[in-house]
C-alpha cells in the first residue's frame, strides 16, 4: 500500500459543508466512534470544522471492545476534556446515557433560556466516519427504524432531522473520513474493522498485519480460536496466518493453504468478535505515534 492512502468522494465534500452550514443551530454535538478504535476512527477535520461546539464523544461497540483498554480511554479522553460514554446499539448498553449527557452540556444555557420563560427544543448534530453506527444510535434513541442502517461504508446519505425522545431534535449526517491519511496505521486500523471499503487494502496483507497485532498483544485469544499450540512469537503475520489456514482445513491442490480464505475468515471473525473483545489501538501508542509526527 503506498504510504498516503488518499480519496474524497463527492458525498463526503458535501458532507462537510452539511456540517458547516448547520453548526450555527445545533447545541450539542454527538461523535461516534468504535470503541475498538478510539482514535483512529476519528475523523481529525471534525475538531476544525467543530471548533468549540459541545461535544459528546460516543463509543459504540463497546461490547466488542476490550473493557480495561476502554477504561483507559475514556480517561485519555477525560484529561483532554472530552465527555465519552461508552455503547452498545446491539445490547442498548449506554444508550439511556446519551441524551442526559449530551443535555447536561448545555444545561447552563437551558437553565437561563427557562429564567426568561423560553422552552428550548436541544439540538443535537450526530457526526462520525462510515460504518460506526449512527443510524443504529438513532432508532435506538427515537425508538423505531426511521433510518437506513447496514454494515458496510456509506449507508447514510442524506440531510435528515429527526425527532427524539422528549423535546430533542437530532440532525443526522452521512460518515465521511478524511480526505487522506499520511499514516499506514491508521488506514489499517480502519480497515480492519471495516471502516474502509475491503476493495481499498488487499486483504490479504490485511489479514498478515492483524495476525501480527494479535500475536503480540491477544496471543491467548488467538492460539484459543485457531487451536494453535505451536510457539508463534517469533512467525510473521503471513506464516500465521498460513499455519491458521492449515488448522482450519483449507488446503488447496499441492498442501497450500487457501490463504485468501484465511485472511476473509480472520477479518470476518474479528468484527463479529469471534476471537475476543479486541481494541486494536492504545494511548501510549497514538502518544507516541504522535510525538514521531513533531519530530
Not at 470544522?49 to 459504540?60: E, G, H, S, Y
Not at 442502517?149 to 460518515?175: M, S
Not at 491508521?186 to 481499498?200: F, N, P, S
Request: aromatic fraction near 6%.
Amino acid at each position: 500500500m503506498q504510504n498516503t492512502l488518499q480519496w474524497y468522494p463527492g458525498h463526503m465534500a458535501k458532507t462537510r459543508r452539511l456540517i458547516e452550514d448547520n453548526l450555527k443551530m445545533i447545541d450539542v454535538v454527538v461523535e461516534i466512534l468504535d470503541a475498538r478504535i478510539p482514535f483512529s476512527g476519528r475523523n481529525p477535520n471534525f475538531d476544525d470544522i467543530i471548533k468549540n461546539k459541545p461535544r459528546l464523544l460516543v463509543m459504540n461497540k463497546a461490547d466488542l471492545a476490550d473493557r480495561e483498554k476502554t477504561e483507559l480511554w475514556i480517561n485519555w479522553y477525560a484529561a483532554r476534556g472530552l465527555k465519552v460514554i461508552p455503547i452498545s446499539c446491539t445490547t442498548g448498553q449506554g444508550i439511556n446515557k446519551v441524551l442526559s449527557e449530551a443535555r447536561a452540556l448545555v444545561q447552563d444555557r437551558i437553565d437561563r433560556d427557562a429564567e426568561r420563560g423560553r422552552t428550548r427544543t436541544l439540538k443535537l448534530m450526530m457526526v462520525g466516519i462510515p460504518n460506526v453506527g449512527k443510524s443504529s444510535l438513532i432508532n435506538r434513541l427515537i425508538g423505531k427504524a426511521s433510518t437506513k442502517t447496514g454494515d458496510r461504508p456509506g449507508v447514510t446519505r442524506g440531510k435528515q432531522w429527526l425527532r427524539i425522545k422528549g423535546d430533542a431534535e437530532l440532525l443526522d449526517t452521512p460518515g465521511i473520513l478524511p480526505p487522506k491519511f499520511d499514516d499506514e496505521r491508521q488506514a489499517m486500523r480502519l480497515a480492519y474493522t471495516g471502516a474502509i471499503k475491503d476493495e481499498i487494502i488487499n486483504r490479504e496483507l490485511l489479514a498478515y498485519s492483524l495476525c501480527e497485532y494479535l500475536r503480540d498483544e491477544y496471543r491467548s485469544e488467538l492460539c484459543e480460536r485457531y487451536k494453535i499450540k505451536d510457539d508463534i512469537s517469533g512467525l510473521k503475520g503471513y506464516e500465521i496466518l498460513e499455519l491458521i489456514g492449515r488448522r482450519r482445513g483449507f488446503v488447496i491442490s499441492g498442501g497450500e493453504v487457501d490463504m485468501e480464505r484465511a485472511a476473509n475468515m480472520v477479518l470476518d471473525e474479528l468484527r463479529g468478535c469471534r476471537i475476543g473483545r479486541i481494541t486494536l489501538e492504545l494511548p501510549g501508542d497514538i502518544d507516541g505515534e504522535e510525538t514521531e509526527d513533531r519530530a
